[in-house]
Structures are given as C-alpha cells and as structure tokens.
C-alpha cells in the first residue's frame, strides 16, 4: 500500500475525514499512540505528528492504538462489512438489521452506523439497491416481467414498481427491451464547441453530446420510436446550448438518466463540485461513501449520458491531471476554463 503525501494525509486529520480510515493512522509522538484520520480527539500540533500506512507499521515505530478510535478495529469492520454484502446478495427478501448485524458479528446499532459510514447507504437501502440491480440484470434476460420481477426477490410487482420504476425513467419491460414503445425526440445544434445532440424523452434529457448524430442515438435506444426534432424539444435545446456557453450558469433542466445506485451518486457528486474546481476519481468514490471504488468512480464518470449537465468534466485523476474526456480534452479544458471566468477558445 503507498502512503499518502502528507499534505494531504493532514488536510484529512484536520477534516476528520472518515473517507480515509484505513488509508493510513496517524502518530502523535508526544503521546506515543496512533489514530484513524477521523479520530475525534483534540488535534495535535503538526510537527508533533508522523503519519504511517497502517498499524503495524506505527507499532513497529513503539507506538500504541488508541483507545477512542480504536484504529486496528478498520480490518475486523472490513470483514464484517463484506460478510454482511455477501449475506445480503444472497438473500431473496430484504433481511432485518438484527440479522445481518448478527452474521457480521456486530450489535445492529453500531454495525448500521459502520456500514452506512463505509458505503453511504444503510444496510436495507443497499439490499435493495441489490434486489433493484438484480432485477435489473434479469430483466435483460427474460420475456416475461412478472416473473423477472419475482425472481430477482420481489414479493409482488407493485414493490418492484414502487421501488425501481421512478428510477429508469421507462417502465421495466419497455427499458429492458431497448426502449421498445418509448419515444424519444432529438436534434443537433451547434455551439462554440462543436455539434451537439439533444435527445428527450416526456420526462426529461436523456442524451446530450458532442459529435453524435442519429446513428449514435438509435445505438443507445435501438427499439424506440426515434424522431427528429419537435416544437416541445426547441426549450430544451436553447438551454443545453446555453449551458456549453456558459457551464458556470447551469440551468436546471428536467433529466432521464438511469445508472446503477453507485453511478447515480457519483453524478449527484459531480453536479456538487463548484463550477471551475475539480475532485479527483478518489474523492469522488469517497463522498459517494465506497472510498476503495476509485476505478469505479472513473467508469462511472465515463458511463454518463448527459455531457455538461452531469458535469464529469469536472472530474480528475488522483494524481491532480485532468485525464480524459468522451468528447476530447480540449472540450474539458475550456468548459472548466469558462467555469472560471477565462476562456480559452474563441
């Protein structure tokens, strides 16, 4: 495991930043013990701090963990989290707090506390963002719906309805088919950027990008009614423009975008980050609460329908470069340049 610098090990203590428990411990060398980053004890003074890549490591330095934190607890809370994932994936309904605490060999108030710190959800909104995925999958598969709907751990349909059916924006059966029955309403336009796409369905945007035309749409949606243009689509595309031309003024428009539950918290991330500034992959999978999903994160950023709306632009590498962009890097400077005031391109 590399270290962290520490520049930016102490912006996390200072922060008490639970996202890097288990990242590193910091040791205080006057009181001979260490600590998680987000040890809720009094600060020390900087030069009275040394920071280690783990436990072992600081005790073989003559420390001791502290009593508060209880810093070498972050493995056994490691374990129990993935055994209770593993519990959940293989339940049919939604297990009780009381039994998934028991199988991770905790107390259920304290183990909800460890698990929603760890993945940003409680342990019954994760079992169903699960179920929600396993339907999802299976969906895929089968013809039938009602019985996808009952095989992915439903106890009726309606509970699969109320529960996922707001979130892909179409009914199940018409997204699992590739949008077969949908309609979706498109058109280009241009910009200081280059060409964009706008596509719409009755809820809201559900594609906008650079370079694409119709071919690349009916690539995403390939059994929905696609058609060109409309009088309802012409405020939509004013807005979109307007948002290339000026991202720091992010107009709120209406979207149907679907992801699975870790995807669609990264892009609410994105759509946090002030316009001009940057986080990186890494703390984009921490504020989404899956600190170790940095790779997922990028994949996640990469995934994103809605260019500019969902601002992945403003998303970077760990090691502070701007890395890639769908639509060029070039586009990715200028947007965040024009998030800042400047403006690059002419």
């Known amino acids: 495991?590399?270290?962290?610098?520490?520049?930016?090990?102490?912006?996390?203590?200072?922060?008490?930043?639970?996202?890097?428990d288990g990242r590193f411990v910091t040791g205080v060398l006057t009181t001979g013990i260490y600590c998680r980053p987000s040890c809720a004890a009094r600060h020390p003074s900087r030069e009275n701090i040394r920071f280690f890549v783990n436990g072992a490591a600081a005790r073989e330095a003559g420390l001791r963990a502290c009593l508060r934190c209880l810093p070498d607890d972050i493995a056994r809370d490691e374990a129990a989290l993935a055994t209770a994932a593993a519990f959940i994936e293989k339940s049919e309904g939604i297990p009780s707090l009381s039994a998934i605490a028991e199988v991770a060999g905790?107390?259920?108030?304290?183990?909800?506390?460890?698990?929603?710190?760890?993945?940003?959800?409680?342990?019954?909104?994760?079992?169903?963002?699960?179920?929600?995925?396993?339907?999802?999958?299976?969906?895929?598969?089968?013809?039938?719906?009602?019985?996808?709907?009952y095989e992915a751990g439903?106890?009726?349909?309606s509970r699969f309805y109320a529960e996922i059916g707001g979130r892909l924006g179409m009914t199940p059966s018409v997204w699992k088919d590739g949008g077969r029955g949908?309609?979706?309403?498109?058109?280009?336009?241009?910009?200081?950027?280059?060409?964009i796409l706008v596509a719409a369905t009755d809820k809201g945007i559900c594609r906008l990008s650079f370079d694409e035309d119709e071919p690349a749409l009916r690539?995403?949606?390939?059994?929905?009614?696609?058609?060109?243009?409309s009088d309802a689509?012409?405020?939509?595309?004013?807005?979109?423009?307007?948002?290339?031309?000026?991202?720091?003024?992010?107009?709120n428009l209406p979207l149907d975008v679907k992801g699975t539950a870790f995807q669609e918290r990264i892009w609410r991330e994105l759509s946090r980050i002030p316009?001009?500034?940057?986080?990186?992959?890494?703390?984009?999978?921490?504020r989404?609460?899956?600190?170790?999903?940095?790779?997922?994160?990028?994949?996640?950023?990469?995934?994103?329908?809605?260019?500019?709306?969902?601002?992945?632009?403003?998303a970077r590498r760990t090691d502070g470069s701007l890395g890639g962009y769908a639509y060029g890097a070039a586009r990715k400077k200028e947007l965040l340049a024009r998030e800042a005031g400047r403006r690059y391109l002419t």
């Open 106 to 149: 905790y107390a259920p108030h304290h183990f909800h506390r460890i698990f929603k710190r760890a993945t940003g959800l409680t342990p019954a909104e994760y079992a169903r963002a699960r179920r929600a995925k396993r339907a999802e999958a299976v969906l895929q598969d089968q013809s039938d719906v009602t019985s996808a709907i």
């Open 1 to 20: 495991m590399n270290m962290l610098d520490p520049d930016t090990a102490w912006d996390a203590v200072r922060r008490r930043d639970r996202a890097f």
């Open 182 to 195: 949908a309609t979706i309403r498109w058109t280009n336009a241009e910009t200081s950027l280059g060409k």
């Open 233 to 251: 689509l012409d405020a939509l595309v004013a807005s979109a423009v307007a948002a290339v031309e000026r991202p720091a003024k992010m107009p």
């Open 288 to 314: 989404a609460g899956s600190p170790k999903a940095v790779r997922a994160a990028g994949s996640a950023c990469g995934a994103n329908n809605i260019a500019v709306l969902i601002p992945c632009h403003r």
């Open 275 to 286: 316009p001009g500034e940057t986080l990186s992959y890494a703390a984009l999978a921490a």
């Open 154 to 157: 439903y106890g009726a349909p």
């Open 219 to 229: 690539a995403l949606f390939p059994h929905a009614d696609i058609i060109q243009g």
